[in-house]
Nanobody, 121 residues
Framework: QVHLVESGGGLVQAGGSLRLSCAAS????????MGWFRQAPGKERDFVAS????????RYANSVKGRFTISRDNAKNTVYLQMNSLKPEDTAVYYC??????????????WGQGTQVTVSS
């Protein structure tokens, strides 16, 4: 059974920080790159960040570069997204996904249910 569960979302003021977590079942996590995507109301789902299986390669959307950090702990089957200096435009549902190291959501095979992040101005 493939299973990804995100947590850590919530309401935060602009300039604040949140850390999202995504816990994965073993089969989902092993050997897979992991990604974070987000979808704001009325908009398409956009790439945020991705990390290779070993953690040595990371990629970020330009809009979050320098503010967000993706990391993973393979011993815990968990991937994280540390979000600092949050802006109202970061408000979205955030999804984690497992698949290939890519910015294209269609390269990811497994998805979590999403966690809401709301940044107030």
């Amino acid at each position: 059974q493939v299973h990804l569960v995100e947590s850590g979302g919530g309401l935060v003021q602009a300039g604040g920080s949140l850390r999202l977590s995504c816990a994965a079942s073993g089969r989902t996590f092993n050997g897979n790159a992991m990604g974070w995507f987000r979808q704001a109301p009325g908009k398409e789902r956009d790439f945020v960040a991705s990390i290779s299986w070993g953690g040595g390669v990371t990629r970020y959307a330009n809009s979050v570069k320098g503010r967000f950090t993706i990391s993973r702990d393979n011993a815990k089957n968990t991937v994280y997204l540390q979000m600092n200096s949050l802006k109202p435009e970061d408000t979205a549902v955030y999804y984690c996904a497992a698949g290939y190291l890519a910015r294209d959501q269609y390269q990811y095979d497994y998805w979590g249910q999403g966690t809401q992040v709301t940044v107030s101005s």
